[in-house]
């Protein structure tokens, strides 16, 4: 891969991390405050309950995808960006324009999706 795409999924992936971090401290707030609401009403419960649940799934997606992304710009840095970590061959640059983190060719991802 030239250097001019590098540069281009590092910016991509870089404005990525910076809107997930964002996100996951307004996860973080918006927890806080549903925790601090103490009401006495079940269906307040109810909803405050399904609130942080919704929370925290969001804080864990963004955590995964936050890890993606780091490794993905950790392989830009050590020059393995847009190789396949299982069988590195070369990754489809349709592929990763569409998923820049994406660590599999889909022939090795297809593989393991049908192995679990």
Known sequence: M????L???KKILQARLIELQRSTLQARH????????DSKDEGDRAVSSLTKD??????????AML???KSALGR???????LCLNCEQEINLSRL????????CIT??????EQK
């Open 2 to 5: 030239d250097q001019k795409s």
């Open 7 to 9: 540069d281009q999924f």
């Open 30 to 37: 918006e927890g806080r405050i549903v925790e601090s609401n």
């Open 54 to 63: 919704m929370l925290f799934r969001q804080s864990s997606q963004n955590a």
């Open 67 to 69: 890890n993606a992304i």
């Open 76 to 82: 830009i840095e050590n020059t393995t960006f847009g």
């Open 97 to 104: 324009k569409a998923l820049p983190w994406v660590r599999y």
């Open 108 to 113: 090795c991802q297809e593989l393991m999706e």
